[in-house]
């Protein structure tokens, strides 16, 4: 059973940072590729970033490239986004999302296992 509890949310103006957080539980973290996506209002969801079992692979989108950056604990089962100037644009709801038992040496964009998201609001 994998279960994935997104943290760290809120308003920020823009040009502001905010640094999200993601829980995991589940059996095989530290050989799991994770990952981040996000989910504006009437868009679809997109990949944001993402991070091998190893932390060795990342992978950003163009659109957050320069500004995010994906990392984890592998000892305290979690992984984090630390997003730095923010634009309005970033506005959306942001999901944890998880493989388990794949993706040890790279990052992938596929995954299996979603966490609820938290909303992240990006004012101008």
Do not use: H
């Amino acid at each position: 059973q994998v279960q994935l509890v997104e943290s760290g949310g809120g308003l920020v103006q823009a040009g502001g940072s905010l640094r999200l957080s993601c829980a995991a539980s589940m059996r095989s973290f530290r050989t799991s590729a994770m990952g981040w996506f996000r989910q504006a209002p009437g868009k679809e969801r997109e990949f944001v970033a993402a991070i091998s079992g190893n932390g060795a692979s990342t992978d950003y989108a163009d659109s957050v490239k320069g500004r995010f950056a994906v990392s984890r604990d592998n000892a305290k089962n979690t992984v984090s986004l630390q997003m730095n100037n923010l634009k309005p644009e970033d506005t959306a709801v942001y999901y944890c999302a998880a493989s388990p038992g794949s993706g040890y040496y790279y990052a992938r964009r596929t995954f299996d296992y979603w966490g609820q998201g938290t909303q992240v609001t990006v004012s101008s």
